[in-house]
């Protein structure tokens, strides 16, 4: 079964031309599921309905990658949840972002936004790394985490920087970063940003 997802930002935002796309491309409408929100939004209802409801030989289609996914990160995140259910994907305006073509061009272009992801995951991670070494030449000493694994290090990076731009929710981060609300805690804590946990770098609440 094919399904189309469509999202404008505000709900002063015409959803039309998406559905107008999937529509052509004899997607039926009882298959269509739409949010109007902001990328930026933690949750979006009808997508999380159509990724519980898809099932393995199935196809999501969007008319454009960014109705769908706010990062490189968020987008492999994404891929790699419908490949652990055999799900394909596929954009209309983008047709070389396509799983369900077995072409070695279109697999080379899903290779690759995951590797830029990869990176974009290293820069954090060796940026972190960078102002902990310079803490260390202040005189801060970090000890070994208790309870986090030399092989969650990473993790516990990832989610520090997130949390110090000050860009997504909670809910954002520990789905980027495939953890828990209180591992994700526990790694704040760690990097002793425990007393900032109900703030954001630019003053939002945290929820």
Same mark, same amino acid.
């Given at each position: 079964?094919?399904f @189309?997802? +469509?999202?404008?930002?505000?709900? %002063?935002?015409?959803?039309?031309? =998406?559905?107008?796309?999937?529509?052509?491309?004899? &997607?039926?409408?009882?298959?269509?599921?739409t949010?109007?929100?902001?990328?930026?939004?933690?949750?979006r #209802?009808s997508?999380?309905? /159509?990724?519980?409801y898809?099932? %393995?030989?199935?196809? &999501?289609?969007?008319?454009?990658?960014?109705?769908?996914?706010?990062?490189? &990160?968020?987008?492999?995140?994404f891929i790699?949840?419908?490949?652990?259910?055999?799900?394909?994907?596929?954009s $209309?305006?983008?047709?070389? /972002?396509?799983?369900t073509?077995?072409?070695?061009?279109c697999?080379?272009?899903v290779? *690759?936004?995951?590797?830029?992801? =990869?990176?974009?995951?290293?820069?954090?991670? %060796?940026?972190?790394?960078?102002? *902990?070494?310079?803490?260390r +030449?202040? @005189?801060?000493?970090? @000890?070994?985490?208790?309870? $986090?694994?030399k092989?969650? =290090? =990473? #993790?516990? $990076?990832?989610?520090?920087?997130?949390?110090?731009?000050?860009?997504?929710?909670?809910?954002?981060?520990?789905?980027?970063?495939?953890? !828990?609300? +209180?591992?994700?805690?526990?790694?704040?804590?760690?990097?002793?940003?425990n @007393?900032?946990?109900?703030?954001?770098?630019?003053? !939002?609440?945290?929820?």
């Amino acid at each position: 079964m094919v399904f @189309g997802y +469509a999202r404008v930002s505000t709900a %002063e935002q015409n959803l039309d031309l =998406q559905l107008d796309a999937f529509l052509k491309e004899g &997607i039926d409408t009882k298959n269509i599921y739409t949010d109007k929100v902001s990328s930026s939004q933690e949750e979006r #209802k009808s997508l999380s309905k /159509l990724l519980d409801y898809a099932r %393995e030989g199935d196809t &999501i289609v969007v008319w454009k990658l960014d109705r769908l996914a706010r990062s490189l &990160i968020h987008f492999t995140n994404f891929i790699n949840q419908l490949n652990e259910k055999g799900v394909k994907f596929r954009s $209309i305006t983008e047709p070389f /972002l396509d799983t369900t073509d077995k072409s070695s061009h279109c697999q080379f272009i899903v290779n *690759m936004f995951a590797a830029l992801a =990869q990176l974009e995951r290293d820069i954090i991670i %060796e940026r972190t790394k960078a102002g *902990m070494a310079s803490a260390r +030449a202040r @005189g801060k000493v970090f @000890g070994a985490p208790k309870g $986090i694994s030399k092989k969650n =290090q =990473q #993790k516990a $990076i990832i989610c520090t920087e997130y949390f110090k731009e000050g860009k997504l929710t909670v809910k954002e981060i520990c789905e980027r970063v495939g953890v !828990s609300r +209180a591992t994700y805690y526990k790694y704040l804590k760690y990097h002793g940003l425990n @007393g900032k946990l109900r703030t954001y770098k630019f003053g !939002s609440v945290i929820k």
